[in-house]
């Protein structure tokens, strides 16, 4: 399994180029299968989730093209509404096809996504939600089976705001018969992102943007070309290792107009921030300030980069809170930050973190994706080479990571 060999204390500077949002182009991809014309979509990110979402895809009988970061995909017709469970527990997000797939043919067999090592997170929103639309779902050995007759408009309410359950609902709600409004729906940029996609293809949506989304079915959808948003995560993890190197750096090809709460945090930590329509630059002070962080749905402090800040405040001056309340268990990575001598106290779903003057390099566990992140914006800090073990975890979410840190002068290597 490979491992990332990090040498910290060496300051980041220099430019990158973002890329395209995994979280966007997860959906938009899915969305191939609401149309028999082709979808073109470009920007897509080459990262293992993508790859796995691909595998789905045309096991599905979606043709597949891909040249770089275009994929072209035609479902001129689905041979199997089915994702099986082998597919769907190394990513959750493959529950996306479960909505176009019960839009398009009226049935689909998707495996419940299982445990995930940051929650619970079940997918009963996704189901009320497709059953209010008209569908007859059971749950039965671990996979949801779904049919209907054709599904009809509705009044849809989620009890909380999910990012790919509002996804599943808009998608098939573009073919269902009649107006469908979803309402506490999540406002995350990725979501605006494929609503954007689905009007390109053909689709009647008002409120993009907003906690409600008014969506006038329509009978069939074509072909489009649609380009993925640039990803604020990846952007957001490198300008944290930056910052926790005291370094500068500019990214290109971003979109700093999604990423604002933690633009805000990072100028909160003593960071000088500047942006363009579509760049990013950081100048860092010699010490980071502590902040506070607070997890909420957009347009609040993404859960996605709550790891990172954590590493940030391992060494920042004074202290910071950081409150995660979007997942019941996503502090994996603070016992690993201990390892590197960080100093952090767990209470429930808060963390206390005291900065202190320096971490050592040791070997440390990837455990999620994002947790990943923090542990390599903490060792690009440490003294000494810090081993992250897993990074499989993070080969899922961020394309060419050691190549772009390479770039920006990090001493980092992969070990096969
Ligand atoms: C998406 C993102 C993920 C991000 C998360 C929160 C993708 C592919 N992944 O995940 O990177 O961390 O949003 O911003 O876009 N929940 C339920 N029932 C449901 C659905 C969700 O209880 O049916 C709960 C979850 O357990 C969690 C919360 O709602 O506590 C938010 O989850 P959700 O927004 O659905 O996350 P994902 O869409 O899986």
Redesign the pocket.
Known sequence: MDKLAIVGGVRLAGEIPVSGA??AA?PILCAALLTEEPLEVENVPHLRDVDTLLALLARMGVAIEREGPTVRLQAKRIVSPEAPYELVKTM??SILVLGPLVARCHEAVVSLPGGCAI????????IKGLQALGATVRVEHGYIHATTPGLRGARLVPD??????TENLLMAACLAEGTTVIENA?R?P?VSDLARCLVAMGADIDGIGTDTLRVRGVSRLHGARYRVMPDRIETGTYLCAAAITGGGIRLTRADPGSLEAVLAKLAEAGCRIETGPDWVVLQAPARLRAVDVRTA?YPGF???MQAQFMALDTVAEGSGVIRET???NRFMHAVELQRLGADIRIDGNTAVVTGVARLDGAAVMATDL?ASAGLVVAALKAEGETIIERIYHLDRGYERIEEKLGALGAQVRRIR
């Not at 929650?119 to 996704?126: L, M, S, Y």
């Not at 909380?160 to 359950?165: A, D, E, M, P």
């Open positions: 995994k979280n997860l959750r997000a929650g619970a997170r079940p997918v009963d929103q996704h909380l705001v999910t990012v790919t359950g999540a995350e990725e749905p993404p859960t996605d979007i997942f019941e994002r």
